[in-house]
Structure formats: C-alpha cells, structure tokens
C-alpha cells in the first residue's frame, strides 16, 4: 500500500535528519494533514499507527472530525473568530493563533466549556505578504498578553516557510523560529513545541529543531 510506503519513508527521512544533528527521532510528531483525503485515507494512517492530524478549514474538516474522535486534532489554518465555537473542543491544539482577537475568542470559549485549549503562535519569519503570522518583533509583546489569559496553554511557535525548489533555501527561516523561542523560553512559558516543516522541507525543519512537522502530500499522494 502506497501509504504505509510513504510513512516509511517519512519516519526513515526524520530518523536521519533528527540523529544527524543529535536529536532523538522520538522528539518529532508527524502530524498528517488531510485536507485533500476522506474518511477512509484517515482510517488507513491511524491503522498504520498515527496519531495526530491536521486540517486547515474547519468545513471541510467537520465529518472527519466529528466521526474520528481516538486521534488529536491540529488546526493549522487560518482561523476566524467566528469559527471558534466550531473548533473548540474538537480540536486539541491551535497552531495559527496570529492575533489578540482570535486569543480572546478562543479564551471566552475555553472558559465557557471549562477547558484548556493548546495553542501555538504563528510567526511570519519570512515576512512574505500572502503568509499569515506575526512578525518577529512583535511576538514577544503578543506572548506577555497572552500569557495573561486564562484558558490558553502557550505550548510554542509555528511558522510556514516559502516554498522554493531546493529546501536548503528554507533553513535560515526554521532556524530564526528555534533562536526566536530560545530568546523568549523562560521559566513558566517554556515554549517547547516547533511546529515546521511540511512535505517539501521538513528534513531541513527537523535538522534546525521541529517537534512537529505538518505533512500532507508526502503521505497521502
Ligand atoms: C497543507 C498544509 C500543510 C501540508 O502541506 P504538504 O506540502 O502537503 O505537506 C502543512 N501546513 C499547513 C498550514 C498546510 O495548510
């Protein structure tokens, strides 16, 4: 089968890049993205044995994620405030928070079905115009504000690299995320997770520190 194939060689293709840099293969998560399979896609990887997947618009996500319910759930879209009742609690963590008002709206919900949602702040370290995210330099301000709000679980930062023919060209970009949350990791906001990489580079990803690398073509096409 063409996906157990896949996974394979994803797992063999973390497995080097994380022990070539040091790092323990066990300290990366796959999430699948299945924006562009069913039902059945996502059957056949849980069996394969993930755990974790990812989507990026909450319609076309809603039968999957009302009907698969033993696996985690990552947003990794862009999210309107006006959607957050459908995300929250089917979603277990948030990788796009990029504003104060989607933090708010997120906040009010947690506190109204008394949960703790996680959330991962999206940073455009690329500076592109088409990518969503904060810039840099105003990621330190966003984290003090969000820190005060109760119902958030600030578990780290996430960020999208422009696609490009040779990977290589990506790693300056994963590499400023990891220094970003070196400099602002403190005791009490210790900002573990690196959620970066997908299909095209997260070998490079997982060499410069992703703990999460958001994969969709690489495993279902
Ligand atoms: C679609 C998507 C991915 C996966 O992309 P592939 O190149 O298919 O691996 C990862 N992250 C986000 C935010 C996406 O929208």
Not at 152 to 157: A, T, W
Not at 162 to 173: A, C, I, K
């Amino acid at each position: 089968m063409i996906l157990a194939e896949n996974y394979r060689k994803v797992l063999r293709l973390i497995k080097e890049a994380a022990l070539k840099v040091g790092r323990s293969p066990e300290e990366v998560k796959i999430i699948a993205v299945t924006k562009t399979v069913g039902l059945q896609e996502v059957r056949a990887a849980i069996k394969l044995g993930l755990t974790d997947f990812g989507e990026n618009r909450v319609q076309e996500a809603a039968e999957k994620v009302a009907n698969i319910r033993e696996v985690n759930w990552h947003f990794i879209g862009h999210l309107q405030s006006n959607k957050v009742k459908d995300v929250l609690p089917a979603y277990s963590m948030i990788h796009s928070l990029d504003r104060l008002s989607l933090a708010e709206a997120l906040q009010r919900y947690a506190e109204r079905l008394a949960l703790e949602i996680k959330v991962l702040v999206q940073v455009n370290v690329s500076g592109e115009e088409s990518k969503f995210g904060l810039a840099p330099e105003k990621v330190p301000d966003f984290l003090t504000r969000l820190h005060q709000l109760e119902g958030l679980k600030i578990c780290g930062l996430m960020t999208m690299a422009p696609f490009v023919q040779d990977p290589e060209e990506t790693r300056g970009y994963f590499r400023d995320l990891r220094l970003l949350r070196d400099n602002l990791a403190k005791p009490g906001l210790e900002l573990p997770e690196l959620s970066m990489g997908m299909t095209n580079d997260y070998v490079v990803a997982v060499e410069e520190g992703a703990t999460m690398v958001r994969i969709g073509s690489a495993l279902f096409n």
